[in-house]
């Protein structure tokens, strides 16, 4: 019955998003003198073998809990994952923006910082016992494109499949730890992606040398595309799409950027945004660039300048971001 999606959407989107549930002791742990129905999945790597555990995970969503304090949950983006739970694996992009001040729900005092409270959340262990995997990290350095200080930090999991995530973020354990990820944490969006395949780019010779005065980073673009290209003011009279669009943009420039030394990394699909700010995304691309020199001289490149409509008429909205990644271990998706 529809009735009873309300509130399995709120229990799930409150343990996902790291609120545990809340009772009248500091710490909210409500976790203690679970029936046996509700007691949580033992945290394998294993889980994507049996669907049929899916049925434990939705009835420990049916206990109820807070909404996230940093974005909003998209019920679509979920009932899209229950339906292939153990369909994967699947990469979830994480965009933070930290709070200057932690600030706890229950009220409690605290000297912390955002980025302190999200430390003491980290929850490797939970990540590591389940399959998942951290396969990219880093802190914002500029923004390229879009609002300027939007992000600080860019993280991307791999996770086995929906199930293994649920059971994770439902586990007790986790959900006790995450109250330090709302209270640090002001702003995210979370996407869950799919990997493209990418070209393997012979590294050439550069006029931009590396070097510790201008070194190489990673750059993340998150994209939008228009329903039709658009060219001006109006949509364009040809049938070309947004997505159209962009890919005649890229693969004029693949030659110009072999030759700056910029090479793509991932191209990920976003198939929802599972929490954010009600804005839907359909892509996210990962390039490594040399330096900002080979960076710049890659925009005022004449491939660039001439392709550069084709960018403009796909795009709705995008931003970017360059990374100075922590870990950078993408795996590379090949044609088949």
């Known amino acids: 019955m529809k009735e009873s999606k309300l509130p399995l959407t709120l229990a799930f989107f409150a343990a996902l998003a790291g609120c545990n549930d809340r009772a009248d002791s500091p710490h909210g742990d409500r976790s203690h003198g679970l029936s046996a129905v509700d007691a949580p999945l033992e945290l394998t790597p294993d889980l994507c073998d049996d669907p049929s555990k899916i049925a434990f995970v939705l009835g420990s969503l049916l206990r109820g809990g807070d909404a996230p304090s940093f974005g909003k949950p998209n019920p679509a983006q979920f009932f899209r994952m229950i339906a292939a739970p153990t369909k994967g694996p699947f990469y979830m992009v994480n965009l933070i923006r930290f709070r200057d001040r932690a600030v706890y729900a229950d009220g409690r005092q605290t000297d912390l910082t955002g980025r302190e409270a999200n430390a003491l959340y980290f929850p490797i262990e939970f990540i590591e016992a389940i399959g998942a995997r951290i396969v990219f990290a880093g802190e914002v350095e500029d923004t390229t494109l879009g609002e300027e200080g939007a992000w600080d930090q860019v993280a991307i999991v791999e996770y086995p499949c929906p199930l293994a995530l649920f059971a994770m973020i439902t586990h007790p354990g986790f959900r006790a730890r995450s109250v330090h990820k709302d209270a640090g944490v002001e702003a995210s969006i979370v996407m869950v992606t799919h990997l493209q395949p990418v070209d393997d780019v012979e590294p050439t010779e550069t006029s931009f040398p590396l070097g510790i005065h201008d070194p190489a980073f990673e750059l993340v673009r998150v994209f ?113």
């Open 224 to 336: 939008r595309y228009r329903e039709r290209a658009q060219h001006g003011d109006v949509p364009s009279k040809t049938a070309r799409t947004g997505q159209e669009a962009m890919d005649l943009y890229a693969s004029s420039l693949r030659e110009a950027e072999r030759q700056a030394g910029f090479y793509p990394k991932a191209r990920l699909t976003v198939q929802g945004v599972l929490i954010g700010d009600g804005r839907a995304w359909d892509e996210v691309w990962i390039d490594s660039v040399r330096s900002r020199a080979a960076f710049d001289s890659l925009r005022a490149a004449p491939a660039v300048v001439t392709a550069e409509p084709h960018r403009k008429a796909a795009l709705e909205e995008a931003f970017g971001v360059t990374i100075d990644p922590i870990l950078s271990s993408i795996p590379k998706k090949k044609e088949k």
